[in-house]
């Protein structure tokens, strides 16, 4: 069972469209993270958000953390080609000192020209 | 800075080899971070060390798995025996841990691993 259920698993859309893609769980974090990978390639942390009901935005890109800490969504407006990856949360809790995501299995978006 | 660097890019090998990946973190980095990435199960934690002292290895699937750091800047993932099932991408990362709002995992490119 995935502590953090990601949706929707593929997504293909033309140039333009704005999409938005969901981040669940029944656990609480500490914080989210939201991480773009690209073929062949390691993740990439895109923003991290920690408040519940706080909203950041990174160029066309949106993110919000649920009231209750538990889920996430990301919204990307009029989508390029240059968006196409793998989009995966990851919750965050503390242990040991550090601070561990627990990665969902991701979104994988393709963006047609 | 060179990031997290990973050797060897790909591996393939045969059942029952054993099987070691590296990793070097980012100089100064205190958290490192072992994953595991396939299409079934996504991106699985193995285990993660803090100042060289591993903390929680219950990701580890079987005992065939071990990882090592015997210092800051090198650590290795080994499979011993390894088998088909083993087959998939693995990731090292390593982070400062410094406070929950700057906390951030550099990945490395991966050892994309088959066994045959």
């Known amino acids: 069972t995935q502590l953090l259920e990601q949706s929707p698993q593929f997504l293909s859309i033309q140039e333009g469209e704005n999409l938005t893609v969901y981040c669940n769980s029944s656990s609480v974090f500490s914080s989210l993270q939201w991480y773009r990978q690209e073929p062949g390639e390691g993740p990439v942390l895109l923003v991290t958000v920690v408040t519940g009901g706080e909203v950041k935005k990174l160029k066309r890109l949106t993110f919000q953390f649920g009231d209750a800490r538990k889920d996430s969504s990301l919204h990307i407006t009029a989508a390029q080609p240059g968006d196409t990856g793998l989009y995966l949360c990851?919750?965050?809790?503390?242990?040991?000192?550090?601070?561990?995501?627990?990665f969902g299995r991701g979104t994988s978006l393709i963006v047609h020209p | 800075d060179a990031g997290v660097i990973q050797s060897p890019r790909h591996e393939v090998t045969e059942m029952g080899q054993e099987v070691t990946l590296r990793c070097k973190p980012i100089?100064?980095?205190?958290?490192l971070f072992w994953y595991r990435q396939t299409m079934m199960r996504g991106l699985e934690l193995l285990i993660y060390f803090n100042n060289n002292v591993p903390i929680d290895d219950s990701g580890m699937p079987e005992d065939r798995f071990s990882a090592k750091m015997p210092n800051a800047s090198f650590s290795t993932l080994k499979i011993q025996p390894s088998e088909p099932r083993d087959s998939a991408v693995y990731f090292c990362?390593?982070?400062?841990?410094?406070?929950?709002?700057?906390?951030?995992?550099?990945f490395g490119s991966g050892t994309q691993l088959s066994v045959l």
């Open positions: 100089s100064g980095h205190n958290s």
């Open positions: 990851a919750g965050v809790f503390t242990s040991g000192g550090s601070y561990i995501p627990t």
């Open positions: 990362a390593s982070s400062l841990g410094q406070t929950l709002t700057n906390e951030k995992l550099f």
